[in-house]
């Protein structure tokens, strides 16, 4: 195993994340030794760490059991795909045919190849012959650089054994919590779109959840340094995380909602144990699925306030209107740190609302550029 990831060094890959199986112990291991692993609570937050991690300049890993890609299909059809952001994927063959294993897998390894083909990406088995294996991984590095994924399936006793020497993090932050007292006024969403925008410097990248979030940011302003998700509900705050943890010299803001919180919750705890500095995760909650038209979510029965607690951010604010948005994103600004936001928002969706123009692929590619320092 330590040729291969030493092959993965050669290529460039340098930033790994997914939920372990048995079979690719070793490949995490080596990954967890190197500091480059981000450990996830769900395979689908994992393939949008990746994709943020794209967006920053690294070369992603995503490894995990086949009965995890099943979590993955919504990222990587809706957020890959539509983004053209390339992913390589280890995926465990766990039911393999004529191998014991547990009554949950038998399934899932009769179709592993065929749910891999049906997403169109391109997939072979893994040789356990190392020299054959390098030549794959040349292989699959080549679509890699032409914006395509490639998962390879691993057969049980493929990779060989890596001690794990990295020691658990601990966390003994306790987390702040300010509480505003200031009156309480439910804005529309757009307005606090809009103030994000105005706080916002040149090295602040702004990152809006699925639905008509990303379309009223565009609305307002259509900037280079701005991502509109249009899939993978759930994933924006996975997909900050990513792209926090890639450019630390960046400021990632990343707008959610409570339908699309809800959906992916296990993200926060992974947030919160990597907690880079560079990142502020504002959840608006206007209290429905809007985009779909305006069916109640459980938010009304949530308290967000606590449940992040309970994940560890170490500063979460809660704030009463846009006066105290504005005053915790200039806080923000000037002294970093992991942040969350949480603001309720009334409803209503601006009339005649556009749609953005501009494909999500070249999104993706002027933000790519922006980041990288061409602000042309």
């Known amino acids: 195993m330590h040729d291969l990831g030493k092959e993965l060094d050669t290529l460039g890959f340098n930033f790994y994340s997914g939920v372990p199986c ?6 995490i291991n080596y990954a967890i030794n190197k500091e480059q692993f981000v450990m996830s609570a769900n395979e689908g937050d994992a393939v949008a760490i990746c994709a943020g991690a794209h967006l920053g300049g690294k070369k992603t890993v995503f490894l995990c059991q086949n009965s995890g890609i099943t979590n993955a299909v919504s990222p990587l059809t809706s957020l890959n795909q539509i983004f053209e952001i390339p992913v390589l994927g280890f ?9 014991s294993d547990e009554p949950q897998h038998e399934l899932m390894g009769k179709i592993t190849k065929e749910l891999l083909d049906t997403m169109q990406i391109a997939n072979e088995q893994l040789s356990s012959d190392i020299d054959e294996a390098k030549q794959q991984l040349k292989r699959a590095d080549a679509l890699i650089e032409q914006g395509e994924s490639f998962f390879f399936i691993v057969k049980k006793k493929t990779l060989g054994p890596v001690q794990l020497t990295s020691t658990i993090k601990e966390n003994e ?3 702040k919590t300010i509480c505003n007292k ?5 804005p529309k969403r757009i307005e606090a779109l809009r103030e994000i925008q105005n706080t916002s410097d040149s090295d602040t990248i702004l990152l809006a959840t699925t639905g008509v979030t990303g379309r009223e940011l565009y609305e307002l302003e259509d900037k280079k340094n701005q991502l509109y998700m249009v899939g993978s509900m759930g994933c924006v705050s996975s997909l900050g995380l990513g792209l926090a943890l890639a450019r630390p010299d ?19 705890t ?5 907690a880079p500095n560079n990142f502020y995760h504002l959840l608006l909650d206007n209290g429905m699925h809007e985009s779909t038209g305006g069916q109640a979510t459980v938010s009304s029965n949530v308290d ?33 740190g992991l942040t969350f936001g949480y603001l309720k928002t009334s409803p209503g969706v601006k009339e005649d609302l556009a749609r953005p123009k501009v494909k999500p692929f070249e999104v993706k590619n002027r933000l790519i550029k922006y980041i990288s320092g061409d602000k042309n």
Do not use: C
């Open 22 to 27: 048995s079979f690719l112990k070793s490949m």
């Open 91 to 99: 995926v465990s063959l766990r039911g393999e045919e004529g191998i």
């Open 173 to 175: 932050t306790l987390p």
């Open 182 to 186: 200031s009156a309480l006024a439910f």
């Open 250 to 268: 960046k400021k990632v803001i990343a707008i959610d909602g409570d339908g699309a919180f809800l959906m992916r919750m296990g993200a926060i």
């Open 270 to 274: 992974t947030n919160a144990y990597y």
């Open 304 to 336: 967000f306030i606590k449940i992040v607690e309970g994940a560890r951010y170490p500063q979460i604010v809660r704030l009463s209107n846009l006066n105290d948005l504005q005053k915790s994103l200039k806080q923000w600004h000037r002294n970093l």
